[in-house]
């Protein structure tokens, strides 16, 4: 602990333990000095110093023959102020003594006293030690008594010396054995979603949600631990533990709790630093029971409290875990159940209250702090603000009462299917999950498109290397080819095949054969000739549009129209496109193949809709954005693509497949063309993050949506060591061709 406090230039507070207490009646000050006096030279540990000379730290224990207790006084309104800053004043433990105190006056008949002891030399007993001995000391001098405390057969000392001889470290290796076997392979730092990034060191800003389990509700857990010979912290440790699988995911869970190691009855009565942590691990099976669990943690607990002696500084040092100053070894997170004295009694008259502070320091991530006080358990939730929000441990809050009553109702179902949340809370989520977003009402895309194109001719809508066509163009354009394709026998019902290379023609294509009524058929020039021939066959199609390059790989028998630079035919302005409905085909792709022969999916106009207007409220495409057409049009994230662009009024850059396939080239393409949205599979945006390491360049990228495949999210951490989670925003999306290309959407953050 001295350690810790020096890296940190003696400025620590983490381990400071505040008492407030507020003193009702007439306070005579004289008396509740010469109390505290008492205490101290009771105590050698309060009156130790800690020396160094740089290389070697030695403790002092001085003879005191005076306390400083300083008075100020204060108002209500500056109370909570005065009593903060008292606690967070650093100790110098080389000159300062590890006990201070200071009183606040409020009134003549109200004070309040604010002792400060530093961990290194007490604990959580020796706090009530502390308390219980001054109310003693004092009552004792007010009626001009001797004091009739009992003599320390021992020192804080003594203790020391004694962990140091052979016999008790002989005990301390063969407790480490049994350490080792269980905390082999320990996960290095939890699981849990955090809120914010994990700083890389830790500031041990802390803040503190306050909860509790009613009187009924105790008993009945107090009942069920009972039953299965089990305490109450047993009962406390098997539901937070589960409670952290279910928000981590992780089914390896380990806390770490505080016993007070005071076996020996000599040390019951002396201050110091007696306590010791111990690390519960256990493992949650969701199909298991929460019966199963809790005797799993009885198991746990018990075989723990045999082996309870060994430090854990001792511990950490032998098991030499992955170390980091962004997080505490070995657990992050702790439970402890207070069954300490309260530091409550009276001062010769005086009412000695316990005040509470807020919390200001969290030394983990997470703590949860139960009291029972009469009318059930008190539940102090601390955190670490660095990582959490309060609504966030707000709702771990909710959902451990939850949890609980789920677990009691039914203790033998599998623990997987207990609620976390209460009958409000989930007919809340279900109704705000219902599809209470009523879509626009769904027109052909080929008529939203023309829409479009008439309120904004002249802005550009297609791009490919040098070419470049407007709103306008591209419709006149599409309706010329249109023409030649109706006169083909293109109509509604029928299936036209695109076997083009990836080119403006294609999007033209697919333009002209919706206006037709038609639907049209990806046929990709990299596909073996048997899988053309296969799906021409299969999808009935007599129609295709092909290139001179492509022409090749197309069936005799079809009509084969061609599409060679300057071959499209202008519009006359005659020509009125097929109205058609919504619900009509708009396209037909087929997958892959690999579990036997590829399946046409058909697609209607109204799910191309439906997919944009049901995801607009949280992309909010517009006329300023750039997309790529990156993908295959035989791959349905083209269709994302494709209509992302045209149909809120945007550019649509056709990436050529030789820039697609060379990742310099295509950043390259990202930023001079000004991409704001870019869609990709993982596996390419990995290579495109190398890219961004390389040859750095200022992007205009605002949105980058995945799919196809799994999500890696670690392999994000170069991206975001460069970018913000914000600008661009980054989005796990999934689905299958049959759901329409996307069904689900998951912002990723830095945190994640």
């Given at each position: 602990?001295?350690?810790?406090?020096?890296?940190?230039?003696?400025?620590?507070?983490?381990?400071?333990m505040?008492q407030?207490?507020?003193?009702g009646?007439?306070?005579?000050?004289?008396?509740?000095?010469?109390a505290?006096?008492?205490?101290v030279?009771?105590h050698?540990?309060?009156r130790?110093?800690?020396?160094?000379?740089?290389?070697?730290?030695?403790?002092?224990?001085h003879?005191?023959?005076?306390?400083?207790l300083p008075?100020?006084?204060?108002?209500?309104?500056?109370?909570?102020?005065?009593v903060?800053?008292?606690?967070?004043?650093p100790?110098?433990?080389?000159?300062?003594?590890?006990?201070?105190?200071?009183?606040?006056r409020?009134?003549?008949?109200?004070?309040?006293?604010?002792?400060?002891?530093h961990?290194?030399?007490?604990?959580?007993?020796?706090s009530?030690?502390?308390?219980r001995?001054?109310?003693?000391a004092?009552?004792?001098?007010a009626?001009?008594?001797?004091?009739a405390?009992?003599a320390?057969?021992?020192?804080?000392?003594?203790?020391?010396y004694?962990q140091?001889?052979?016999?008790q470290q002989?005990?301390?290796a063969?407790?480490?054995?049994?350490?080792?076997?269980?905390l082999?392979?320990?996960?290095?730092?939890?699981s849990?979603?955090?809120?914010?990034?994990?700083p890389?060191?830790?500031?041990?800003?802390?803040?503190l949600?306050?909860?509790?389990?009613?009187?009924e509700?105790?008993?009945?857990?107090?009942?069920?631990?009972?039953?299965?010979?089990?305490t109450?912290?047993?009962?406390?440790?098997?539901v937070?533990?589960?409670l952290?699988?279910r928000y981590?995911?992780?089914?390896?869970?380990?806390?770490g709790t505080?016993?007070?190691?005071?076996?020996?009855?000599?040390?019951a009565?002396?201050?110091?630093?007696?306590?010791?942590?111990?690390?519960?691990r256990?493992?949650i099976?969701g199909?298991?029971s929460?019966?199963?669990?809790?005797?799993?943690?009885?198991?746990?607990?018990?075989?723990?409290y045999?082996?309870?002696?060994?430090p854990?500084?001792?511990?950490?040092?032998?098991?030499n875990?992955?170390?980091?100053l962004?997080?505490?070894?070995?657990?992050?997170?702790m439970?402890?159940l207070?069954?300490n004295?309260?530091?409550?009694?009276?001062?010769?008259?005086?009412?000695?209250?316990?005040?509470e502070?807020?919390?200001?320091?969290?030394?983990?991530d997470?703590t949860?702090?139960?009291?029972?006080?009469?009318?059930?358990?008190?539940?102090?939730?601390?955190?670490?603000?660095?990582?959490?929000?309060?609504?966030?441990?707000?709702?771990?809050?909710?959902?451990f009462?939850?949890?609980?009553?789920?677990?009691?109702?039914?203790?033998?179902a599998?623990?997987?299917?207990l609620?976390?949340?209460?009958?409000?809370s989930?007919?809340?989520?279900?109704d705000?999950?219902r599809?209470?977003?009523?879509?626009?009402?769904?027109a052909c895309?080929?008529?939203a498109?023309a829409l479009?194109?008439?309120?904004q001719?002249?802005?550009?809508?297609l791009?490919?290397?040098?070419?470049?066509?407007?709103?306008?163009?591209?419709?006149?354009?599409?309706?010329?080819?249109?023409q030649?394709?109706?006169?083909?026998?293109?109509?509604?019902g029928?299936?036209?095949?695109l076997?083009?290379?990836?080119?403006?023609?294609?999007?033209?294509?697919?333009?002209?054969?919706?206006?037709c009524?038609?639907?049209y058929?990806?046929?990709?020039?990299?596909y073996p000739?048997?899988?053309?021939?296969?799906?021409?066959?299969?999808?009935?199609i007599s129609?295709?549009?092909?290139?001179?390059?492509?022409?090749?790989?197309?069936?005799k028998?079809c009509d084969?129209?061609?599409?060679?630079?300057?071959a499209?035919?202008?519009?006359?302005?005659?020509?009125?496109?097929?109205?058609?409905?919504?619900d009509?085909?708009?396209y037909?792709?087929?997958?892959?193949?690999?579990?036997?022969?590829?399946?046409?999916?058909?697609?209607?106009?109204?799910?191309?809709?439906?997919l944009?207007?049901s995801?607009?409220?949280?992309?909010?495409?517009?006329?300023?954005?750039?997309?790529?057409?990156?993908?295959?049009?035989?791959?349905?994230?083209s269709?994302?693509?494709?209509?992302?662009?045209l149909?809120?009024g945007?550019?649509l850059?056709?990436?050529?497949?030789?820039?697609?396939?060379?990742?310099?080239d295509?950043y390259?393409?990202?930023?001079?063309?000004r991409?704001?949205v870019?869609?990709?599979?993982?596996?390419?945006?990995?290579?495109?993050i190398?890219?961004?390491?390389l040859?750095?360049?200022?992007?205009?990228l605002r949105?980058?949506?995945?799919?196809?495949?799994a999500?890696?999210?670690?392999?994000?951490r170069?991206w975001?060591?460069?970018?913000?989670?914000?600008?661009p925003?980054?989005?796990?999306?999934y689905?299958?061709?049959?759901?329409?290309?996307h069904?689900?959407?998951?912002?990723?953050?830095?945190?994640d």
């Amino acid at each position: 602990m001295w350690l810790i406090d020096h890296f940190n230039g003696g400025t620590s507070t983490q381990y400071h333990m505040p008492q407030v207490l507020e003193l009702g009646g007439a306070l005579d000050l004289k008396l509740l000095h010469a109390a505290l006096l008492t205490v101290v030279r009771r105590h050698e540990v309060l009156r130790t110093v800690y020396a160094s000379d740089g290389d070697t730290v030695w403790q002092e224990v001085h003879e005191v023959t005076a306390f400083e207790l300083p008075v100020d006084e204060i108002t209500p309104q500056t109370l909570e102020q005065a009593v903060e800053a008292e606690c967070a004043r650093p100790f110098a433990l080389g000159s300062d003594l590890p006990l201070r105190g200071r009183v606040l006056r409020l009134s003549d008949e109200r004070h309040v006293l604010v002792l400060v002891m530093h961990h290194i030399a007490s604990d959580g007993w020796s706090s009530a030690i502390l308390v219980r001995e001054c109310c003693e000391a004092y009552a004792a001098l007010a009626q001009g008594r001797t004091l009739a405390l009992p003599a320390l057969p021992v020192q804080y000392a003594d203790y020391a010396y004694w962990q140091q001889q052979e016999p008790q470290q002989a005990r301390h290796a063969q407790q480490l054995r049994y350490w080792e076997e269980k905390l082999a392979g320990l996960p290095t730092v939890h699981s849990l979603p955090l809120d914010y990034p994990r700083p890389t060191q830790q500031s041990f800003r802390g803040a503190l949600h306050r909860s509790r389990l009613d009187a009924e509700l105790s008993a009945r857990l107090v009942a069920a631990c009972r039953v299965q010979g089990a305490t109450l912290f047993m009962g406390l440790h098997a539901v937070f533990s589960a409670l952290l699988s279910r928000y981590s995911g992780a089914d390896d869970i380990a806390i770490g709790t505080p016993i007070a190691n005071r076996e020996q009855p000599e040390v019951a009565a002396l201050i110091g630093f007696f306590v010791n942590t111990l690390v519960l691990r256990v493992q949650i099976d969701g199909e298991g029971s929460f019966a199963d669990l809790l005797r799993q943690c009885r198991e746990t607990g018990l075989a723990a409290y045999a082996h309870q002696q060994l430090p854990f500084n001792e511990l950490v040092e032998a098991l030499n875990p992955a170390r980091s100053l962004s997080y505490a070894a070995l657990f992050q997170v702790m439970l402890s159940l207070q069954n300490n004295e309260q530091e409550s009694g009276s001062l010769a008259g005086l009412s000695v209250t316990p005040m509470e502070s807020a919390q200001r320091t969290a030394q983990f991530d997470l703590t949860l702090d139960v009291k029972d006080d009469g009318a059930g358990l008190a539940m102090s939730w601390i955190y670490c603000s660095d990582l959490f929000t309060p609504a966030t441990i707000g709702h771990l809050a909710d959902s451990f009462v939850c949890l609980l009553e789920a677990a009691l109702a039914a203790p033998d179902a599998p623990m997987a299917r207990l609620s976390l949340i209460d009958g409000v809370s989930r007919a809340a989520l279900l109704d705000a999950g219902r599809a209470t977003l009523v879509p626009a009402e769904a027109a052909c895309l080929h008529q939203a498109f023309a829409l479009r194109a008439a309120s904004q001719p002249a802005a550009v809508a297609l791009i490919d290397g040098e070419r470049q066509w407007s709103y306008g163009e591209l419709e006149r354009a599409a309706n010329g080819l249109a023409q030649r394709l109706q006169t083909a026998g293109a109509m509604p019902g029928t299936r036209v095949g695109l076997c083009l290379e990836r080119s403006a023609e294609v999007v033209v294509g697919i333009l002209a054969i919706l206006k037709c009524g038609a639907s049209y058929v990806p046929l990709d020039p990299i596909y073996p000739g048997e899988r053309i021939a296969f799906m021409l066959g299969d999808a009935a199609i007599s129609i295709v549009l092909a290139q001179a390059s492509t022409r090749h790989l197309v069936a005799k028998g079809c009509d084969v129209l061609l599409l060679d630079d300057g071959a499209m035919p202008e519009f006359d302005g005659d020509w009125t496109p097929v109205a058609g409905h919504a619900d009509d085909q708009a396209y037909v792709i087929y997958t892959s193949g690999s579990t036997g022969q590829p399946k046409g999916v058909m697609v209607s106009h109204a799910n191309v809709a439906r997919l944009f207007s049901s995801t607009a409220p949280w992309y909010r495409f517009n006329e300023q954005d750039c997309w790529c057409l990156f993908h295959s049009y035989a791959f349905d994230f083209s269709v994302w693509e494709i209509w992302g662009a045209l149909l809120h009024g945007g550019r649509l850059v056709v990436v050529p497949r030789a820039v697609a396939q060379s990742t310099p080239d295509f950043y390259q393409l990202v930023r001079d063309q000004r991409v704001t949205v870019l869609n990709q599979t993982p596996s390419a945006f990995y290579a495109f993050i190398e890219q961004d390491q390389l040859t750095p360049a200022p992007l205009a990228l605002r949105t980058v949506v995945f799919g196809g495949e799994a999500l890696a999210l670690d392999k994000l951490r170069p991206w975001f060591e460069r970018h913000s989670d914000t600008a661009p925003e980054l989005v796990n999306m999934y689905g299958i061709t049959e759901t329409t290309v996307h069904v689900s959407y998951r912002r990723i953050r830095q945190i994640d």
